[in-house]
Structures are given as structure tokens and as C-alpha cells.
């Protein structure tokens, strides 16, 4: 069984910064790319950033600028440091991967999200 277990949400004023983590864990042989996605309240899910396994990133423009996505692949974690953080980045943010665990085939993950809030 794999799980992803997201951290570090929370309240913040703009212009304020936070740093969620997202853990994977269970009986896993290797992760492909990481990424974080957000959701906010009456809107689709959107893609903020990923990682491949090599370290090449993608993030959204948005948040380009302001978020950096990190991971450590001997942990089995990514990070998303969130700097300059506006009033319009409040949002679930969600940890997804895909992992290739030691018994099966790939699958993609979610973690349960963590609820960012910035206030004006």
C-alpha cells in the first residue's frame, strides 16, 4: 500500500511564504515525477508545479517567480516552497506521483490535501 501524506498548509498574510512537504511511503521501488496541484473553492484543480525524477521542473505561470517545487528522492519527498504569496493562491493543495511500487504496476497518487489560506 502507498501513501502520500501532505504538510505545511496553514493561514499566511500576503506577501507571506510557506513550505508544504508531501511524503510518500509504503513498499515503494522508485518514483517517476512529483508535482503539486491546487483547487480552489468553485474551481477546477490546477497543475502548480511538477519534477521529474531528474530534477527537470515545470510550474505554472501563476507561480512562476514566487514557488519553487524541490524533492528528495532518499526521503521519498517534494517540497513546495510558496514565497510572495497572494490573496489568489488560497487553495487545497494536493501532492500527486507515480510510483512504482515493489510489487504491481505504476500508479498515480494523491495525497488529502492541505489547505492554504492567504488573507489580504
Known amino acids: 500500500q502507498v501513501h502520500l501524506v501532505e504538510s505545511g498548509g496553514g493561514l499566511v498574510q500576503a506577501g507571506g511564504s510557506l513550505r508544504l512537504s508531501c511524503a510518500a511511503s509504503?513498499?515503494?521501488?522508485?518514483?517517476?515525477?512529483m508535482g503539486w496541484y491546487r483547487q480552489a473553492p468553485g474551481k477546477q484543480r490546477e497543475l502548480v508545479a511538477t519534477?521529474?525524477?531528474?530534477?527537470?521542473?515545470n510550474s505554472a505561470d501563476p507561480v512562476k517567480g514566487r514557488f519553487t517545487i524541490s524533492r528528495d528522492n532518499a526521503k521519498n519527498t517534494v517540497y513546495l516552497q510558496m514565497n510572495s504569496l497572494k490573496p489568489e493562491d488560497t487553495a487545497v493543495y494536493y501532492c500527486?506521483?507515480?510510483?512504482?511500487?515493489?510489487?504491481?504496476?505504476?500508479?498515480?497518487?494523491w495525497g488529502q490535501g492541505t489547505q492554504v489560506t492567504v488573507s489580504s
Open positions: 500527486n506521483a507515480d510510483i512504482y511500487p515493489y510489487h504491481g504496476i505504476r500508479g498515480n497518487y
Open positions: 509504503g513498499t515503494i521501488f522508485s518514483i517517476g515525477t
Open positions: 519534477i521529474a525524477s531528474g530534477g527537470m521542473t
